[in-house]
């Protein structure tokens, strides 16, 4: 079909207007790239400075900033040699000085633009193994793992190699892994997960206990320990989980799952235990299940109520004393490994006290939010709009007293050095309420017949 001289100008502006559009979005891109990526280098006005460029180019209102960070990255390698492969990767730990691999596996069907889901496999073994041994291991759990998960979740598999247990160091490699990972392909940061079995069941279980926020949801596998003796239980209704193990499983782990699972069905935890008929292995029957499961829980920042119990520094501040092993450093001011989030609650540590902090926060909705607390004093309420109208106060009650009333201003400078301490793009909140507590009163988790 002919077109006129005033149809083919239009077409033509809006060709060039389009083209203008994807340069800037590109431009963008790389500026918020290049901000997250210098992480824990980044100089004292990095933040004030990108922020200033992102306004500049008509990128300043918070959601649009919000979209920027979100976005995703302005480029990525060629991985298509990766695809239906089974590789290996190096991998450097932000926290600590250790290094080590990962293993992975892509999918084909992973290939194009969409956000994909990363399924972490911790494998098993004991925390002083080789490096050829820990890869070894790592591998065959990856086998196992990979060809039903990454077929039901259309995910990327992937399983770290750690040597060093699934301690703290076991947590930095994992976080770490995580970073690459989201450089090499475009990762949905809410919808990571993470499962293994044996050491790494009791591995998916302390990343609830002390990571919750960072994973949609966890699966350990014949793992764990008696969670209801130990008074921790709690901190797993702070992420949904899928636990199996076997009835004739050694060490007690059937019995201290029993347990587990016990106390959780009575509180309403949003997990599913299955214990099979055998011993201390990987129940491949299970796996798509698990990853179904896995796919019906994006991680939730935004949840109404929130659960913490922790003690001590909760922060990456020594390795364990292990005979034989090297010293690490531990990069613990300049490089944080910490835990003192619940995702929309951040507590100070108590250094001076040797009883964990506990809490029980409830968004109530209408900007209200009600707190019951044990030795808790000094906090932050992270805060976005699925939560609060900023327009409004925001009142904060705790153990029965208000301690806060008033308008939040956002602060996008809060905004950005959050998502870029955690290395990650879906942990978006426009602001913080500094909050003080001078009262206690015990956190009971009620039974759902009550």
């Known amino acids: 079909m002919l077109r006129t001289p005033v149809q083919l100008i239009f077409i033509a502006v809006l060709l060039l207007q389009s083209t203008a559009v994807a340069a800037q979005e590109q431009k963008v891109g790389e500026l918020v790239d290049a901000y997250i990526d210098q992480r824990f280098e980044a100089g004292a006005d990095a933040t004030s400075v990108l922020l200033q460029q992102l306004a500049g180019m008509g990128v300043n209102t918070l959601p649009d900033l919000e979209t920027a960070l979100r976005a995703r990255r302005a480029s990525y390698p060629d991985t298509q040699g990766l695809m239906e492969k089974y590789s290996v990767h190096d991998v450097e730990c932000y926290h600590v000085d250790y290094s080590s691999k990962f293993l992975l596996y892509v999918p084909q069907h992973l290939a194009g633009d969409l956000p994909l889901s990363v399924v972490v496999v911790g494998h098993g073994g004991n925390s002083s193994m080789s490096p050829e041994r820990a890869e070894s291991v790592a591998a065959m759990y990856l086998r196992e793992y990979a060809p039903s998960v990454s077929r039901e979740c259309k995910a990327l598999v992937v399983a770290p190699v750690s040597g060093r247990g699934w301690g703290h160091i076991g947590n930095s490699l994992i976080l770490s892994t995580i970073s690459k990972l989201q ?35 966890v699966s350990p596998h014949s793992g764990g320990y008696d969670f209801v003796e130990k008074g921790s239980i709690g901190n797993l209704l702070s992420v949904p989980g899928y636990a199996i193990w076997g009835s004739t499983e050694p060490y007690g782990i059937n019995t201290d799952n029993r347990t587990n699972a016990g106390w959780g069905r009575q509180h309403g935890l949003d997990w599913k235990f299955v214990e099979k008929n055998g011993g201390h292995t990987i129940y491949q029957d299970e796996l798509p299940a698990m990853a179904r499961f896995f796919n019906d829980h994006p991680r939730d920042l935004y949840r109404d109520s929130v659960y913490m119990q922790q003690g001590g520094e909760m922060k990456f501040v020594k390795t364990w004393e292990i005979e034989g092993w090297p ?17 929309w609650i951040e507590v100070a540590p108590r ?32 805060l976005h709009p699925q939560m609060i109208d900023f327009s409004q106060p925001v009142v904060v009650t705790a ?23 955690f290395d990650d793009r879906g942990r978006i909140f426009w602001a913080a309420a500094e909050l003080a507590i001078d009262t206690d009163h015990s956190v009971d988790i009620p039974a759902v017949d009550e």
């Open 183 to 217: 450089r090499m392909f475009p990762v949905d940061p809410d919808r990571i997960y993470i499962t293994g079995q044996s050491m790494g069941g009791h591995l998916s279980f302390r990343a609830a206990l002390s990571l919750p926020d960072r994973f949609g949801a």
């Open 399 to 421: 153990n029965g007293k208000k301690i806060f009333e008033s308008v939040v201003t956002p602060d996008p400078a809060f905004m950005f050095e959050l998502v870029r301490e």
């Open 327 to 343: 010293r690490h450093i531990v990069y613990s001011g300049e490089r944080p490994l910490r835990w003192n989030l619940r995702q």
């Open 351 to 382: 250094i001076d006290s040797t009883e964990p902090q506990t809490l029980l926060a409830r968004n109530s909705g209408n900007n209200h939010f009600e707190i019951t607390s044990q030795n808790v004093r000094n906090l932050k309420l992270l």
